[in-house]
């Protein structure tokens, strides 16, 4: 990450949310800086949801030379693509391991001392909320204890200091899940919408073994002293130390808090699943697997955007790592960008998807509306896309000249920003240096909300 100076001052408001589209820590394979990026995130992840995508230095075949990744499906290396073994042989592993997105019912099904505490919390908050009276009792005997969270099985007696801060909301989750899935079976009864509940892909299972993680790939950009020769290897007993290790430094985001929910029947997390806030629908993919027709994450896509009550949630966003257009003079990533774009572009037009947010490229820039790779005279028709890889690493070259659907670009680190009322989004590129706007774009939503319930209402009376 990039250091921020010292006249920087953080937002006083917490975010509602945070979004991260791939290339997360940049380990590569690298246990340690794992931890370093896990602490560094962790004053805001563990305090709202964290929601990260897939990007190519997570992802990759496994060094332990596995065809299988924790997706269940093997590494995506088309003939066209530049998709190679940045991620040091990590395969998704790591990154699955630490972050809990909604759409994984099964947690203890994953294996790992994380998805093990994590599952603990969550059935320890459903069984409070269905006896009230014995949760404030035991809460009560806890707090005499001195222990509030459980731990790793086996872990030991550090066991107790498992990041009480990460699991803090996991006692408001459960409680709005069983708030959300008794909407959604009422809803059913009356024909409003399909029950959707909890249903795991079941591709994800166990977390595949690894070996070797403490190896640095060729070329590796992260090589230091503190990081030379071979670190843990990661698997399931390395995992069950985390009791014993620094909360800090592996903290699970298990992102589950009210009015977060999965529903969809075959996500496949965090891979590709959904999520909604507010009046937001998410649907986040993996540009580091198969995204062609008759894929199965391109299946999973259409029945997920066929799904949106566009009452409840009137935008659509899609967010994936790579880029569908790409800024010149990046020749590789417009390839793969472009066969992107060919497998599910005209799906998301389809659906009419609001916007879409990628990264990869290290700059910001966002496009027009824009379909087939032009500009299109009417918003509704094409979709603005917004490419923030601005986190940290080294900027990316950018030449003046550039395709007329590209609006702004600005080659300087930051984050982005929506604001979302109603009908009405507000994007903002924010600059880490001075905390100053950068870019800003305000839209309206393609499908009405207004109109979206007043369809729906009529349908009702029809059936």
């Known amino acids: 990450m990039h250091p921020l100076p010292a006249t920087y001052k953080p937002p006083t408001m917490l975010p509602a949310w945070g979004t991260h589209a791939g290339d997360l820590a940049y380990a590569d394979g690298k246990y340690k ?42 590494p995506y290396q088309p003939a066209w693509g530049n998709y190679g073994s940045e991620s040091g042989g990590e395969c998704g592993a790591m990154a699955a391991h630490r972050f809990v997105m909604p759409g994984q019912v099964n947690l203890e099904a994953r294996g790992g001392a994380f998805a093990a505490a994590a599952a603990a919390e969550v059935r320890t908050s459903t069984a409070d909320i269905a006896n009230p009276k014995a949760a404030a009792a035991d809460a009560g005997a806890r707090n005499a204890g001195g222990s509030s969270v459980p731990g790793s099985a086996g872990s030991g007696s550090g066991s107790s200091v498992f990041n009480r801060r990460a699991l803090a909301s996991s006692r408001a989750a459960a409680a709005g899940f069983m708030r959300e899935e008794a909407r959604m079976e009422s809803a059913a009864v009356v024909g409003k919408v399909e029950p959707q509940l909890w249903e795991g892909s079941g591709s994800v299972g166990k ?27 990661f698997d399931a007993a390395s995992a069950g130390k985390a009791g014993s290790h620094a909360a800090s430094a592996n903290t699970p985001v298990l992102s589950l808090p009210p009015r977060l929910t999965s529903r969809r029947k ?26 062609e027709l008759g894929s199965t994450q391109q299946s999973w896509l259409e029945s997920d955007l066929a799904a949106v009550d566009r009452c409840r949630t009137p935008w659509v966003i899609v967010m994936l790592h790579r880029p569908m257009y790409v800024v010149y003079p990046h020749k590789d990533n417009r390839v793969v960008g472009d066969h992107i774009r060919t497998s599910i572009e005209d799906l998301l037009l389809e659906y009419q998807v609001d916007v879409v947010v990628s990264g990869h490229v290290h700059t910001y820039y966002r496009s027009c509306s824009a379909a087939a790779g032009k500009c299109v005279s009417d918003e509704r028709k094409g979709i603005v896309h917004l490419v923030v890889g601005t986190a ?34 507000r994007f903002s590129f924010i600059r880490t240096g001075d905390g100053r706007v950068g870019d800003s774009l305000t839209l309206r939503a393609k499908v009405s909300q207004g109109e979206a319930c007043d369809r729906r209402r009529e349908e009702r009376v029809k059936v």
């Open 207 to 233: 977390e595949t073994r690894t070996e070797g993680y403490g190896d640095d790939a060729p070329g590796d950009q992260n090589d230091d002293d503190d990081n030379e020769g071979r670190e843990d290897e």
């Open 266 to 291: 075959s996500p496949n997390p965090p891979f590709w699943y959904s999520f909604e806030y507010g009046p937001v629908h998410f649907s986040t993919l993996s540009s580091e697997h198969d995204l």
């Open 392 to 425: 940290g690493h080294e900027l990316s070259n950018v030449e003046d000249d550039q395709k007329d659907w590209c609006d702004e670009v600005i080659n300087d680190w930051g984050f982005g920003r929506f604001d979302v009322d109603g009908d009405t989004l």
């Open 33 to 74: 800086v794992w931890d370093s990026f896990m602490e560094q995130i962790e004053p805001l992840a563990s305090r709202v949801p964290y929601m990260i995508g897939i990007g190519n230095h997570e992802a990759g075949p496994c060094s332990s030379g596995n065809d299988l990744d924790p997706s269940g499906e093997g």
